[in-house]
């Protein structure tokens, strides 16, 4: 069992900066998969990007620019940086952690969640 932890996230206007973070004391990070995900209103469930066991980052095609997945191993913890936030950037955000030796966008290959923090861009 992964429990994570989420943290970060609130009310922002839009063109400023949000880090999220997400850490997990049950796994070592650089074990695990780690993807991050949002549900924005009206918009279906979607992939944001993954970051491997080697801490190199994917992304969705609909984030890239913008979004930075990193992690800090001393610190066990991930994060989601998004620069520039835009109001469509309103969402809930969540963390999730794949213990398969592949990393994926595919949301079915996570089986641990975290809680979602919400993201709110006013312009």
């Known amino acids: 069992q992964v429990k994570l932890d989420q943290s970060g996230g609130g009310s922002v206007r839009a063109g400023e900066s949000l880090k999220l973070s997400c850490s997990t004391d049950e796994y070592t990070i650089t074990t695990l998969c780690m993807g991050w995900y949002r549900q924005r209103p009206g918009y279906a469930f979607e992939p944001v990007g993954a970051i491997d066991t080697d801490g190199r980052a994917s992304y969705a095609d609909s984030v890239k620019g913008r979004f930075t997945i990193s992690q800090d191993n001393a610190r066990n913890t991930v994060y989601l940086e998004i620069n520039n936030l835009k109001p469509e950037d309103t969402a809930s955000y969540y963390c999730?952690?794949?213990?398969?030796?592949?990393?994926?966008?595919?949301?079915?290959?996570?089986?641990?969640w975290g809680q979602g923090t919400q993201v709110t861009v006013s312009s």
């Open positions: 999730a952690a794949s213990t398969y030796s592949w990393c994926s966008l595919n949301e079915a290959d996570y089986a641990y």
